[in-house]
Antibody, heavy 112, light 108 residues
């Protein structure tokens, strides 16, 4: 059964780049869509974007200018980069495979 | 962008009662590619329903999904104590994918 785990800094300074990695165990990135989703404290879920196993990407238009999702050559990790962050980017960030498998989430706080 | 509007915002019910949650889309969701998730405090969302009406693995049959086009419903036939949580709908048929704002099911 595939499992996902997010990792990365829990604190990022304003204007810097947020970088997270999602590590896949029990499978590899050779099928499905692989997404990033975030949830600001006390708020709803926001889809950030996905990378298809073929390499095609699709991003939320509201974040497109700042987001990059890519797959590592090992095909057991994929990453999220979000540039020029502000306090509004503070959230729990989840990675997911399709709809069914989600990581536990990691809180990223943007603060100086 | 396909906006999903969930109603009601909060549903106050007692264990054993029936819960009916609505998710309305601003445009038709392609392929009825709509999912429902349950989320408890401090946890990741858990998939309940995909494709509008298919139960995910291990989900009890008291959870059912229905609908197509722009109107979708999640029904919990008889609420168990562990069902009190926040429920989210998500459409993945149109680009960009989007989520509703959530419905909280609380104990009355």
């Amino acid at each position: 059964q595939v499992q996902l785990q997010e990792s990365g800094p829990g604190l990022v300074k304003p204007s810097e780049t947020l970088s997270l990695i999602c590590t896949v165990s029990g499978g590899s990135i050779n099928s499905h869509y692989w997404s990033w989703i975030r949830q600001p404290p006390g708020k709803g879920l926001e889809w950030i974007g996905y990378i298809h196993y073929s390499g095609n990407t699709n991003y939320n238009p509201s974040l497109r200018s700042r987001v990059t999702i890519s797959v590592d050559s090992s095909r057991i990790q994929f990453s999220l980069k979000l540039t020029s962050v502000t306090a509004a980017d503070t959230a729990v960030y989840y990675c997911a495979r399709g709809t069914a498998a989600w990581g536990q989430g990691t809180l990223v706080t943007v603060s100086s | 962008e396909t906006v999903l509007t969930q109603s009601p915002g909060t549903l106050s019910l007692s264990p054993g009662e029936r819960a009916t949650l609505s998710c309305r889309a601003s445009q038709s969701v392609s392929g009825s590619n709509l999912a429902w998730y349950q989320q408890k405090a401090g946890q990741a969302p858990r998939l309940l329903i995909f494709g509008a009406s298919s139960r995910a693995t291990g989900i009890p049959d008291r959870f059912s999904g229905s609908g197509s086009g722009t109107d979708f419903t999640l029904t919990i036939s008889r609420l168990e104590p562990e069902d009190f949580a926040v429920y989210h709908c998500q459409q993945y048929g149109n680009s960009p994918w989007t989520f509703g704002q959530g419905t909280k099911v609380e104990i009355k």
